[in-house]
Protein backbone atom coordinates (compact mmCIF):
# COMPACT_ATOMS: atom_id res chain seq x y z
CA UNK A 1 0.00 0.00 0.00
CA UNK A 2 1.19 3.31 -1.12
CA UNK A 3 0.11 7.02 0.06
CA UNK A 4 -0.73 8.72 -3.56
CA UNK A 5 -0.84 13.05 -3.15
CA UNK A 6 -1.79 15.14 -6.02
CA UNK A 7 -2.62 18.53 -6.35
CA UNK A 8 0.26 20.51 -6.00
CA UNK A 9 1.49 23.33 -8.86
CA UNK A 10 2.22 26.67 -9.38
CA UNK A 11 -0.01 29.40 -8.32
CA UNK A 12 0.15 33.14 -7.88
CA UNK A 13 0.06 34.64 -4.42
CA UNK A 14 -3.40 34.63 -3.18
CA UNK A 15 -4.36 31.86 -5.24
CA UNK A 16 -6.24 28.54 -3.73
CA UNK A 17 -5.15 24.95 -4.49
CA UNK A 18 -6.22 21.49 -3.15
CA UNK A 19 -4.51 18.20 -1.95
CA UNK A 20 -5.48 15.04 -1.98
CA UNK A 21 -3.81 11.55 -0.38
CA UNK A 22 -5.28 8.47 -1.09
CA UNK A 23 -3.89 4.76 -0.56
CA UNK A 24 -2.79 3.27 -4.00
CA UNK A 25 -5.25 0.09 -3.04
CA UNK A 26 -8.30 -0.70 -0.60
CA UNK A 27 -7.82 -0.46 3.42
CA UNK A 28 -9.41 -1.48 6.27
CA UNK A 29 -9.38 1.80 7.93
CA UNK A 30 -7.44 5.07 8.95
CA UNK A 31 -6.75 6.71 12.11
CA UNK A 32 -4.89 10.28 12.69
CA UNK A 33 -3.84 11.84 8.91
CA UNK A 34 -1.98 14.43 8.33
CA UNK A 35 0.17 17.05 5.88
CA UNK A 36 3.99 17.97 6.17
CA UNK A 37 5.99 20.38 4.18
CA UNK A 38 9.52 21.10 3.34
CA UNK A 39 10.89 24.07 2.35
CA UNK A 40 13.87 24.61 0.27
CA UNK A 41 17.09 24.79 3.13
CA UNK A 42 14.29 24.23 6.30
CA UNK A 43 13.21 21.56 8.09
CA UNK A 44 10.04 19.71 7.89
CA UNK A 45 6.82 21.00 9.92
CA UNK A 46 3.55 19.43 10.32
CA UNK A 47 1.20 21.62 8.58
CA UNK A 48 -1.82 20.56 9.86
CA UNK A 49 -3.75 17.05 11.03
CA UNK A 50 -6.82 15.17 11.59
CA UNK A 51 -7.82 12.74 13.96
CA UNK A 52 -9.88 9.82 12.39
CA UNK A 53 -13.05 11.45 14.88
CA UNK A 54 -12.66 14.85 13.22
CA UNK A 55 -10.28 16.86 15.46
CA UNK A 56 -7.67 19.31 13.56
CA UNK A 57 -4.85 20.94 14.53
CA UNK A 58 -2.81 23.98 12.12
CA UNK A 59 0.11 24.96 12.83
CA UNK A 60 0.40 29.49 13.24
CA UNK A 61 1.19 30.23 10.13
CA UNK A 62 -1.52 28.45 7.77
CA UNK A 63 -4.38 29.16 10.51
CA UNK A 64 -7.22 30.46 9.25
CA UNK A 65 -6.13 29.91 5.45
CA UNK A 66 -5.79 26.29 5.18
CA UNK A 67 -8.38 23.55 5.88
CA UNK A 68 -8.05 19.74 6.78
CA UNK A 69 -10.44 17.31 5.55
CA UNK A 70 -11.17 13.44 5.09
CA UNK A 71 -13.64 11.11 3.71
CA UNK A 72 -13.48 7.85 6.22
CA UNK A 73 -15.16 6.00 3.19
CA UNK A 74 -11.93 6.67 0.72
CA UNK A 75 -9.63 6.88 3.64
CA UNK A 76 -8.37 10.42 2.19
CA UNK A 77 -7.03 12.99 3.59
CA UNK A 78 -7.34 16.87 1.64
CA UNK A 79 -5.82 20.08 2.51
CA UNK A 80 -7.70 23.11 1.00
CA UNK A 81 -5.38 25.77 0.95
CA UNK A 82 -6.65 29.53 0.22
CA UNK A 83 -4.95 33.08 0.41
CA UNK A 84 -1.36 31.30 -0.42
CA UNK A 85 2.08 33.00 0.38
CA UNK A 86 5.28 32.47 -1.62
CA UNK A 87 6.49 31.40 1.94
CA UNK A 88 3.83 28.78 1.41
CA UNK A 89 6.00 27.31 -1.24
CA UNK A 90 7.36 23.85 -0.19
CA UNK A 91 6.93 20.07 -0.83
CA UNK A 92 3.62 18.72 0.78
CA UNK A 93 3.87 15.41 2.04
CA UNK A 94 0.55 13.25 3.42
CA UNK A 95 1.08 10.95 6.36
CA UNK A 96 -1.35 8.21 7.65
CA UNK A 97 -1.83 5.78 9.99
CA UNK A 98 -3.08 2.54 8.40
CA UNK A 99 -4.97 -0.72 8.71
CA UNK A 100 -4.64 -2.42 5.94
CA UNK A 101 -6.76 -5.36 6.75
CA UNK A 102 -8.84 -6.15 9.75
CA UNK A 103 -6.81 -8.18 11.88
CA UNK A 104 -3.77 -6.10 10.70
CA UNK A 105 -2.37 -3.36 13.43
CA UNK A 106 -2.08 0.48 12.20
CA UNK A 107 1.32 1.48 10.96
CA UNK A 108 2.44 4.62 9.63
CA UNK A 109 2.80 5.51 5.96
CA UNK A 110 3.82 8.40 3.85
CA UNK A 111 2.75 9.33 0.49
CA UNK A 112 5.31 11.23 -2.25
CA UNK A 113 5.66 14.66 -1.94
CA UNK A 114 3.77 16.98 -4.38
CA UNK A 115 5.14 20.59 -5.10
CA UNK A 116 3.82 23.31 -3.99
CA UNK A 117 5.25 26.80 -5.62
CA UNK A 118 3.23 29.97 -4.97
CA UNK A 119 5.05 32.75 -7.28
CA UNK A 120 4.62 36.35 -6.15
Known amino acids: VQLQASGGGLVQAGGSLRLSCTPS????????MAWYRQAPGKQRELVAS???????HYTDSVQDRFSISRDNAKNTVYLQMNSLKPEDTAVYSC???????????????WGQGTLVTVSS
Open 25 to 32: ERIFSSND
Open 50 to 56: ISSGGWT
Open 95 to 109: NADLKVCRFCSYSTY
